[in-house]
């Protein structure tokens, strides 16, 4: 399967910070990305996606794309605790169109 | 609409019984993606299909492991026979025909638990 790489943290930051999430990717080919988010015991659900280079702002969250560099971010604005969860990097590949997801980063966001 | 429905929700089974999990995707959705998600493993494709052919199965662990897709509304996913190892949440997942950025919707999952 295509690598697609995460920090699994944990990352820690205090309400109201800026939680910043990376992810790597290994098929250069790839044109879309997703990310996740998995509160514990539930199943992912989609936050945003992005296949342009750079910036996509949605609400409190930014992804950033670099092909070149083959990273893909998340960034969370004014973090609350109800965005402590797992945030799953998706890669869609680019021959058969599978989706590959990293192992997950888990958040906590303490008030 | 519904959303992604996967039955049943918990499966607990004996070594070696034959265990069968359920799909019925978003309808409109013509593609069907089977997960399992472990804590070692992460989330970790195991087979998809697109307008109910089977795409890529290069996933499946081992010949134990069994999918079907035999209408669009409709896709099972058997093991045969079980083992302790098979033990995870298996999520199954559809998206519609819009191309490259079409986002996957999840369901609820199986937990699986074999003794």
């Known amino acids: 399967q295509k690598e697609v790489e995460q920090n699994s943290g944990p990352l820690s930051v205090p309400e109201g910070a800026i939680a910043s999430l990376n992810c790597t990717y290994s098929d250069r080919g790839s044109q879309s990305f997703f990310w996740y988010r998995q509160y514990s015991g539930k199943s992912p659900e989609l936050i945003m996606f992005?296949?342009?280079?750079g910036d996509k702002e949605d609400g409190r969250f930014t992804a950033q794309l670099n092909k070149a560099s083959q990273y893909v971010s998340l960034l969370i604005r004014d973090s609350q605790p109800s965005d402590s969860a797992t945030y799953l990097c998706a890669v869609r590949d680019s021959t058969l169109g599978r989706l590959y997801f990293g192992r997950g980063t888990q958040l906590t966001v303490w008030p | 609409d519904a959303g992604v429905i996967q039955s049943p929700r918990h499966e607990v089974t004996e070594m070696g019984q034959e265990v069968t999990l359920r799909c019925k995707p978003i309808s409109g959705h013509n593609s069907l993606f089977w997960y399992r998600q472990t804590m070692m493993r992460g989330l970790e494709l195991l087979i998809y299909f697109n307008n109910n052919v089977p795409i890529d199965d290069s996933g499946m662990p081992e010949d134990r492991f069994s999918a079907k897709m035999p209408n669009a509304s409709f896709s099972t996913l058997k093991i045969q026979p079980s083992e302790p190892r098979d033990s995870a949440v298996y999520f199954c997942?559809?998206?519609?025909?819009?191309?490259?950025?079409?986002?996957?919707?999840f369901g609820n999952g199986t937990r699986l638990t074999v003794t």
């Open positions: 997942a559809s998206s519609p025909p819009r191309g490259a950025n079409s986002p996957l919707h």
């Open positions: 992005i296949y342009s280079n």
